[in-house]
């Protein structure tokens, strides 16, 4: 499985962006794929997933309401629409995928094998 990001990018605090993730190598359709951020010093935390046959969604609290996850129709990519960003939002974001995950687990970054590159957030105030 091979996972590329894109979309990063700088933006003032209130701003908007979307990211994106290109995933090959496998059909999705068991899949779970989520986003994670690791911001400088910190660990790599869940922002959010997607449950790829039925698009049933998770997020992290933190972004409950200003974050959208969702996947295209024909294509084999995921986005993560990011509104009202805070600087706190500032962080490289990484797009994961995982099959046979059940959804209790969908925010343990341990038991995602398939991990893309990263793409740099930074929020300014």
């Known amino acids: 499985v091979q996972l590329v990001e894109s979309g990063g990018g700088l933006v003032q605090a209130g701003g908007s962006l979307r990211l994106s993730c290109a995933a090959s190598g496998d059909t999705f359709s068991n899949y779970f794929m989520g986003w994670f951020r690791q911001a400088p010093g910190k660990e790599r935390e869940f922002v959010a997933a997607i449950r790829w046959r039925s698009r049933h969604t998770y997020y992290a609290d933190s972004v409950k309401g200003r974050f959208t996850i969702s996947r295209g129709n024909a294509e084999n990519t995921v986005y993560l629409q990011m509104n009202n960003l805070k600087p706190e939002d500032t962080a490289v974001y990484y797009c994961?995928?995982?099959?046979?995950?059940?959804?209790?687990?969908?925010?343990?970054?341990?038991?995602?094998?398939?991990w893309g590159q990263g793409t740099l957030v930074t929020v300014s105030s």
């Open positions: 994961a995928a995982q099959s046979g995950l059940i959804v209790s687990s969908v925010s343990r970054r341990d038991l995602y094998d398939n």
